[in-house]
Structures are given as C-alpha cells and as structure tokens.
C-alpha cells in the first residue's frame, strides 16, 4: 500500500525567505503526487500535482513541486514566502487502482514578519 | 464552479448517539470519498463509493461506520454509537471517476464533529 512521509513537523521561516517542504514516498508503480494546503479551520486546497511527464510542476500561490524518481521525494519549493502562506502542508499519494489517497501527517508552516 | 458540500459544519453529540454526516458532491461526478481528520493529525482515508457500493476501506471503516447514497444528490456518513475518539474534521470528496488512471478529488469544508 501506498504510505508518506514529511520528516518536518513544523518549520518557520521569515516573509520573504525561500521554503522547502519535504515529502518522501513509498509506492510500487508509479504514483500520482500532490500538496495540499489547510488554513486554520478551513477545508482542504490542492496546490499542485504530478501525473507523469515534467517532474517539475507548477501550482497555484507561486508553489512548485519536483518529482525525483531516484530519491523518491516530492519536495515543495517557493522562492518567496508571503504571510498568509502561514498554514498547514499536506503531501498526499495516490493509487490509481482505486483512486484512494494517503496522506502524510503535515508540516505546519509559520511565517515571521 | 461547482463545489462539494457538507453539512452541518459543527455536529456535537454525546458518546453512545448516532450521527449522520451529509455531503452533496459535484454533481456529474461519480465516486464518492469519506475522510477523517483527528484534531492536530494526519488526513486519513476512511472510506471510498462508487455505483451504489463500497469501492474500498480503510481498517478504520469498521462496522459502526456505513456510508449511503440516499437519493441522487446526497452522500452520507453514519457513525453508530459514537464514542469519544470519532471527535474529528470529516471531509468528503469526490471525482468525476475512478478506478484505472487518476481522476481527481475535490474536497468538501468538512464537518468537525465533537462527541462528548
């Protein structure tokens, strides 16, 4: 079965200052990737996601993700955070046999001004 | 743009009652996703529904679970008996199909349901 792993519970970095969340995951073909981001008592918003093709992949907000195959990862990257970037980080994998996903336990992101 | 929704957005129940938690999911789309968030923890996947039955489970979906389609628009979550660690954020979800390839899913607000 298909498992992830963010080895961050929870980072902060400054307004302004690059990010980079991690995601490794565990999947014997090939998986369907994505971020997901929660906002204190909101709902769930996909950032972003990976099928096939270019590893890299664009989001919404500015977010990007890279596929490695070799490292099983599929890190978040954003070059400038902004405040209301503050909020929960999912990384979720999916299995297409019955398109169920799992989800990693987040990594909580603040922002200092 | 079409959107999941779930009601209520708060249900407050006491251990040992029965709670049904309602989703309407887009309406052109054809499986249907139970979630559960436990307060502070990771999304897990309960629960997924397709053509009047269950697709797959979790081993959390176990007997004091059920999930329906009642009519056409709604997708329902039964909890029987609930006890004190059902506390969570439910998030349904749903995709236009499923089964091979990747179809995605669009999830609802959730309703955060406290038993006490």
């Known amino acids: 079965a298909q498992s992830v792993t963010q080895p961050d519970i929870h980072i902060t970095v400054s307004e302004g200052a690059s990010l980079e969340l991690r995601c490794n995951y565990s999947?014997?073909?090939?998986?369907?990737l994505f971020w997901y981001v929660q906002s204190p008592g909101q709902g769930l918003q996909l950032l972003l996601k990976?099928?096939?093709?270019?590893?890299l992949v664009q989001g919404i907000k500015g977010f990007e993700a890279e596929f490695k195959r070799s490292q099983s990862s599929f890190n978040l990257r954003k070059p400038s955070v902004h405040w209301s970037d503050a909020a929960e980080y999912f990384c979720a994998v999916g299995a297409g046999n019955n398109n169920d996903m799992r989800f990693g336990a987040g990594t909580r992101l603040t922002v200092k001004p | 743009e079409p959107e999941v929704t779930q009601t209520p957005s708060h249900q407050v129940t006491q251990m040992g009652q029965e709670v049904i938690l309602r989703c309407v999911p887009i309406s052109n789309h054809l499986y249907f996703y139970w979630y559960r968030q436990i307060l502070g923890q990771k999304v897990e996947f309960l629960v997924s529904f397709y053509n009047n039955e269950i697709s797959e489970k979790s081993e959390i979906f176990d007997d004091q679970f059920s999930v329906e389609r009642p009519d056409g628009s709604n997708f329902t979550l039964k909890i029987r008996s609930t006890k004190l660690e059902d506390s969570a954020m439910y998030f349904c979800?749903?995709?236009?199909?499923?089964?091979?390839?990747?179809?995605?899913?669009?999830f609802g607000p959730g309703t955060r349901l406290t038993v006490t």
């Open positions: 999947y014997g073909a090939t998986p369907y």
């Open positions: 990976y099928f096939s093709g270019d590893t």
């Open positions: 979800a749903s995709s236009e199909a499923g089964g091979q390839g990747w179809y995605e899913q669009y």
